[in-house]
């Protein structure tokens, strides 16, 4: 999920030049036909928040601004330590949910058909980048619904398992 600085702005109350100085060190995405528009990972723009702006509910509204750029369950290894800081900077009733997403997330995998040695082996990178999937990022922020737990998390391993799809690729190519 993502955020422009014009969303930062209106959830902080902060000027334009203060949200850029905030978001200067925060990775951004500039998609296709974006016509230059920065998007900043809301896991990453939520850090850069004051205490005050925290209390004053400012995460929810930028949770409700953001948008999903990518309609897909893939994330990159690459926002590992994203998702590492992201769940350092979490707390109270954030990460609480963010724990029990964590570990719905190994139990769905290891009840799922889908539990292999290639996706147990890296467990623990894939419940840290699960906490980016938009649905749980959702219910991270609001707690307003419980995402499919069920159906989410085996789907997810197995997408962004990036050694079990390179095991996958090999096995075709050595049966073709």
């Given amino acids: 999920m993502y955020i422009k600085i014009e ?25 296709t036909r974006g016509r230059g528009r920065r998007y900043y990972h809301l896991a990453a723009a939520v850090q850069t928040l004051k205490a005050k702006e925290i209390d004053a509910g400012t995460v929810e509204i930028l949770a409700n601004a953001a948008c999903v750029l990518d309609d897909h369950l893939y994330i990159e290894s690459a926002a590992i330590p994203l998702a590492q800081s992201f769940a350092d900077w979490l707390s109270g009733a954030m990460l609480d949910r963010a724990r029990r997403a964590q570990a719905t997330f190994v139990v769905a995998v290891a009840n799922s058909r889908l539990c292999t ?14 906490l980016l999937n ?25 997408a962004c398992n990036e050694n079990a799809l390179a095991l996958y690729t090999n096995n075709i190519l050595e049966a073709a």
């Avoid at 219910?139 to 159906?151: E, L, M, S, T, V």
């Fill in 7 to 31: 969303d930062y702005c209106a959830a902080t109350g902060v000027s334009t030049a203060t949200a850029r100085r905030r978001l200067a060190d925060v990775l951004f995405r500039i998609p």
């Fill in 117 to 130: 040695p290639s996706i147990v082996r890296n467990l623990d990178p894939l419940k840290a980048l699960f």
């Fill in 134 to 158: 938009p649905d749980v990022l959702r219910w991270i922020f609001a707690g307003a619904f419980d995402p499919a737990f069920d159906a989410l998390a085996p789907a997810f391993a197995v």
